[in-house]
């Protein structure tokens, strides 16, 4: 059974930092990229970031350039997101996915997880 569990969500001020992490079991894990996107309250699913596992190459979306970080732990089926400088608008329900990267950071996935909520407080 494929699974992607998310973790590290939490309540944060602004310009803090957070990290999440997705975990991966069920499929090889190598043969897909995983990428992040989020949705929050009202609005449409925007992508994130996403990496190609079997090369390491990493994607975001203009609008966390330079903040977040997207790594790939192979031996640990674990990808991480490492955000740093949060801002309000980063509040959002986070979800992991498997699946194919877009250059924008999105990722074009089959399956995902349950998700993981981040809150920025002003």
């Known amino acids: 059974e494929v699974q992607l569990v998310e973790s590290g969500g939490d309540l944060v001020q602004a310009g803090g930092s957070l990290r999440l992490s997705c975990v991966a079991s069920g499929f090889t894990f190598d043969d897909y990229a995983i990428g992040w996107f989020r949705q929050a309250p009202g609005k449409e699913r925007e992508g994130v970031s996403c990496?190609?596992?079997?090369?390491?190459?990493?994607y975001y979306a203009d609008s966390v350039k330079g903040r977040f970080t997207i790594s790939s732990d192979n031996a640990k089926n674990t990808v991480n997101l490492q955000m740093n400088s949060l801002k309000p608008e980063d509040t959002a329900v986070y979800y992991c996915a498997r699946g194919d990267c877009t250059i924008y950071g999105g990722i074009e996935g089959d399956q995902w997880g349950n998700g993981t909520l981040v809150t920025v407080s002003s």
């Open positions: 990496v190609t596992t079997y090369d390491g190459s990493t």
